[in-house]
């Protein structure tokens, strides 16, 4: 086929064919073009001047052929003869000529059936391209001028002439339409390189009639000559707005999912959500929330007031757009009453659970907790209004609101489900968020209930402690700690650890503490104490049967020092060393027997005596402070030691933890962990005083002599008598009942301290004596006029001692 070149019109001339002849007005012969010498076998001398009659294969008059071509009908299929005789069909046209000297002429052009068929093929590709195509196609030439132009493109309506042929689409199109420089440049690059550019999308801005911007895809195609050169463009425009948004809201919603719940804190999850919407969704967010899903605004008995109380998590837009009356004036954190005010959509939406689209039309009709709608005088102003209700596990947790105020799209139903996809992720991540808030709440109220609140300040020890749960959990752990005055002006310091990090880590380890502080009342040694509470633990496995596996590993130090003879005893069970810092600077660690772990059962425990002067650091802690995944125990106590080392000897036991804290402990730790320091103070010598008594009655009133003199020397003149009569009781006791040696021993502590030793094992009782019994009162006599009073036991015998309160 020939070239095929268009007209102003954009329609197509009739085909040429590939074998062409020129017939004089009888029907002869006068031109052979080499085409015609190809199909049929025919040079050109051989044909010039018969008839075209010899040329058909079937009988035919070409006078009467030509006849119909006078009549108009100038298209005809014929058999026509090879020069071997064979016949071949062709489609012929014909098109009539005026020769120079006026004589008329016929020009035949014949196709043969491939030819035909390819140009049926080329002519319905061109119907669909450019008349049948929903494809906007523009053709250009090398000056950028429309050429022409599909059905499709003239049908859009956009350009303002109808003769487009000449005219550049600068010309052509409304102003605004599109970024013309940044089209031309894309042509001349094409026309340039000879490289076509493919599917660019170039944002189109609103014509009449048009609601909003819109997205086409457009790609630049080089047209080329025989010679391969570019003589023309092609353009080909597509409409991908909806693609376009549909990307844009797969995105919106695939960074909701990585965005939103990174963290557990409420006010952070709606912030997260409203970030996420403005400004690619909407122009102002706002999220509210139920009041009593923050910490410590749970209504009594688990039900909702109502109306709900809806209170301001998040809201972000600016504040031009949200106006006087709108999401603005609410402020976070404040509750927002106007949304759940009679007739408001808020109150509908969370009671049918469905979201409520509203209109710039609908705005009017409903409260002004909506937002302003836009201006009169064409500024900022909301045009467009969704609620989205906020649920989770069927109950309703607020509700986000989204508007749209510069953008002029208004939402469309793929938007209020994309809406609503992205607001149910948040519901799950605010759920959670809550009810972590909760759960750590309780966690922490148990932990603050089983470990001390304030520890004793006993007069002989400055303490303080720390303790950290591991990072990641909600506050649950095995560590604890206690300081626990004893008898004699005595302290004990205990640090343990139960293994794990859940509740029934820390009930296990509320029971240890508990019996501790049981066994601390009876005295005991520290390592009579750790082997009733390995007893106390196989009870409690036993309890929890199979469950109990865990707990196995709880470790024990137990430290109890005497103020008045510096002496420190010290027992563990599994558990760490203790470090001791001379009020010179010297670190190192008790070399104690280390023991098994609490819960194995049948160990007999080990105890060392150590002397701490005044001024020296005793510092207790859990492995949690030493050892991580990434360090051993031994690393570790290295570590400890050279912090110590550093550590100032002015500075005080608060210090002294929040700088091994601070010093030791990574930012996230696998384990909780913790620290209690205690610098001791022992007790001046005329601060305590102590006799022997010979075991003879006459002897009691030597002991209330020397008691009264010594509550002389005291100037506790006042007190004199009752510490008579307690000194009495007590010696009486322990001459009729016990046996030498025994001692009488007076420490002025915030209370006045009575002891009395002696050889007997016997343990007095209190009775209430009957009115005709002659003694039994004694006892009886001391519990009133004391704070308390106790017995302990050692290695020779017993003491029984009472405390007095003493004026402050």
């Not at 969370?350 to 409520?356: D, F």
């Not at 002991?703 to 007590?730: C, D, K, N, Y």
Request: aromatic residues 6%; hydrophobic residues 40%; proline residues 6%.
């Amino acid at each position: 086929m020939r070239d095929i070149t268009f007209r102003g019109g954009g329609e197509f001339p009739e085909p040429g064919g590939e074998a062409d002849a020129l017939l004089d007005a009888r029907g002869r012969v006068t031109a052979w073009g080499p085409g015609a010498r190809a199909i049929l076998g025919h040079a050109a001398e051989e044909v010039l001047g018969r008839r075209a009659d010899e040329l058909l294969h079937d009988p035919a008059d070409v006078a009467d052929i030509m006849l119909h071509w006078d009549m108009g009908d100038r298209r005809r299929t014929l058999v026509l003869r090879r020069r071997d005789g064979t016949p071949v069909e062709a489609e012929v046209w014909a098109r009539p000529l005026t020769s120079a000297n006026g004589e008329r002429q016929w020009l035949v052009q014949a196709a043969g059936p491939e030819a035909l068929r390819t140009y049926e093929f080329g002519r319905a590709l061109l119907k669909g391209l450019f008349t049948d195509s929903p494809f906007h196609i523009d053709v250009f030439d090398t000056q950028l001028r429309f050429v022409a132009q599909n059905l499709t493109e003239q049908r859009a309506g956009v350009f303002r002439r109808t003769e487009y042929a000449g005219h550049t689409m600068r010309e052509m199109a409304p102003p605004g339409l599109i970024d013309f420089d940044a089209l031309e440049a894309r042509q001349r690059q094409v026309l340039k390189t000879g490289k076509a550019l493919l599917d660019t999308e170039v944002i189109g801005r609103p014509v009449p009639n048009s609601p909003g911007e819109y997205v086409w895809s457009e790609s630049i195609l080089p047209l080329r000559d025989a010679s391969g050169t570019v003589i023309a463009l092609a353009h080909v425009v597509s409409d991908v707005t909806q693609r376009v948004r549909a990307r844009e809201r797969l995105v919106l919603a695939n960074e909701a999912a990585t965005r939103i719940g990174t963290t557990m804190d409420l006010w952070r999850t709606a912030r997260e959500l409203a970030d996420v919407a403005v400004p690619d969704f909407a122009d102002i967010c706002y999220v509210d929330l139920l009041d009593s899903l923050f910490p410590g605004r749970e209504p009594a008995g688990g039900r909702q007031p109502y109306p709900p109380l809806l209170r301001r998590a998040a809201c972000i837009g600016a504040a031009e757009d949200m106006g006087p009356d709108g999401a603005g004036t609410v402020q976070v954190g404040d509750p927002d009453v106007r949304a759940t005010d009679p007739g408001s959509p808020f109150l509908d939406a969370l009671a049918k659970g469905e979201s409520v689209l509203l209109t710039q039309e609908q705005l009017h009709t409903v409260p002004s907790a909506v937002g302003p709608g836009r201006s009169p005088d064409g500024g900022p102003g909301i045009h467009c209004w969704l609620l989205v209700p906020m649920f989770a596990r069927g109950v309703a947790l607020g509700a986000a609101v989204f508007m749209r105020s510069r953008s002029p799209l208004s939402f469309e139903p793929d938007d209020v489900l994309l809406a609503e996809e992205i607001v149910t992720r948040t519901a799950v991540c605010a759920d959670n968020a809550s009810r972590y808030h909760r759960e750590r709440t309780t966690a922490l109220t148990l932990q603050r209930s089983l470990l001390p609140q304030r520890l004793p300040s006993p007069t002989s020890l400055r303490t303080a402690s720390r303790y950290l749960p591991a990072s990641g959990h909600t506050g649950l752990g095995g560590d604890w700690f206690d300081v626990i005055p004893l008898s004699g002006a005595r302290v004990a310091l205990v640090v343990g650890d139960v293994v794990g990090h859940d509740l029934q880590s820390a009930v296990t380890m509320g029971r240890l503490r508990s019996a501790v502080r049981t066994l601390a009342d009876l005295d005991l040694s520290p390592a009579e104490l750790l082997t009733h509470l390995d007893d106390q633990m196989n009870r409690f496995l036993d309890e929890r049967g199979d469950e109990a596996a865990q707990a196995a590993g709880a470790t024990c130090l137990y430290v109890v020092y005497d103020p008045v003879s510096r002496r420190c005893l010290l027992a563990r069970a599994g558990h760490p060393p203790p470090a001791v810092v001379s009020a010179e600077g010297a670190v190192d660690f008790v070399e104690l027997p280390g023991g098994p772990s609490l819960g194995l059962g049948g160990v007999v425990f080990e105890q060392r005596e150590i002397t701490l002067g005044d001024g020296d650091l005793l510092v207790l802690y859990t492995d949690g402070l030493l050892e991580s995944r990434v360090r051993d125990l031994d690393t570790g106590l290295r570590r400890m030691r050279d912090v110590l080392s550093r550590t100032p000897s002015s500075a005080t036991p608060q210090e002294v933890c929040d700088t091994l804290i601070r010093e030791l402990l990574p930012t996230r730790h696998q384990d909780d962990v913790a620290v209690l320091a205690a610098r001791t103070v022992g007790l001046s010598a005329d601060r305590h005083v102590a006799w022997e008594i010979e075991a003879r009655g006459e002897q009691v009133g030597r002991a209330r002599e020397l008691a009264a003199r010594q509550m002389a020397r005291w100037g506790l003149e006042e007190e004199a008598f009752t510490t008579e009569l307690i000194v009495s009781e007590l010696v009486t006791n322990a001459i009729r009942y016990g046996g030498g040696p025994i001692t009488l021993r007076l420490i002025r502590d915030r209370n006045l301290i009575c002891e009395v030793s002696d050889g007997s094992s016997t343990s007095p009782h209190v009775r209430r004596a009957q009115e005709t019994d002659e003694g039994g009162r004694g006892l009886y006599l001391i519990t009133q006029l004391t704070q308390g009073w106790g017995t302990r036991y050692n290695e020779r015998g017993k003491t029984i001692w009472a405390e007095q309160a003493l004026p402050r």
